[in-house]
């Protein structure tokens, strides 16, 4: 089946700082989703991409349609330690089609 | 607020005795999804609802089924639980814009219910 290469998988960074994470597909998506879940809750949404090249903001956060529908990457501007949680990129190929999961980049903000 | 609500957030259970796992929402979508999702990975899912139409996943296993009463309430059924089947359980909405089964997307997720098996 369809798989996302989502990395890094794991980043320690320091407050302030800014983050960058990324997925990658062999194949075409048409939508990409971006998730935070904190820990023991469900999945939050804070972006979704509907056009190839799209690039959305969300307060400090930034996401991009890749121009080629196989990649999408989400940027944290100035960290801060609520920041923490796992992100999870999904795509979907089409509106019948379920999402499909990244393996989820891990990150921790360090005061 | 509009919300997917999961009750309870914690259920124990003992080997093979039945549970049943709840989703409500007030967001009046017509799509309800069961992901599980194991300690460390992506949500997997194992079923959804399009209005009262079953969706199920090629890989979910007999062991578990959903009913789905009403547009609000949707339930998650384990029939003999194994200690593989601990895991968070996440129940999903979504909304078709156009009618015709498409975006199935902007999932809205509930809190989930982790699940312990004895």
């Known amino acids: 089946g369809q798989q996302l290469n989502q990395s890094p998988q794991s980043m320690f960074i320091q407050e302030g700082e800014d983050v960058s994470m990324n997925c990658t597909s062999s194949s075409i998506f048409n939508t990409w989703l971006w998730y935070k879940q904190d820990p023991g809750e469900g999945p939050v949404l804070l972006i979704a991409l509907y056009k190839a090249g799209e690039l959305t903001s969300n307060g400090r956060l930034t996401a991009q349609f890749g121009i080629t529908r196989k990649d999408s990457f989400l940027n944290i501007s100035a960290s801060i330690p609520s920041d923490v949680g796992i992100y999870f990129c999904a795509g979907q190929l089409n509106g019948n089609t379920p999402l499909v999961f990244g393996k989820g980049t891990r990150l921790s903000v360090i005061a | 607020d509009a919300m997917v609500i999961q009750n309870p957030r914690y259920q124990v259970t003992q080997f093979g005795k039945p549970v049943t796992l709840s989703c409500s929402q007030t967001l009046n979508h017509n799509v309800m999804y069961w992901y599980q999702q194991k300690s460390s990975q992506a949500p997997k899912l194992l079923f959804h609802y399009y209005d009262k139409d079953f969706n199920n996943e090629a890989d979910t296993p007999d062991n578990f089924q959903s009913r789905r009463p009403n547009t609000s309430f949707c339930f998650l059924d384990i029939r003999s639980p194994g200690l593989g089947d601990a895991a968070m359980y996440l129940c999903?909405?979504?909304?078709?814009?156009?009618?015709?089964?498409?975006?199935?997307?902007?999932?809205?997720f509930g809190p989930g219910t982790r699940l312990t098996v004895l």
């Open positions: 999903a909405t979504s909304r078709d814009l156009d009618g015709r089964k498409g975006a199935y997307n902007e999932q809205f």
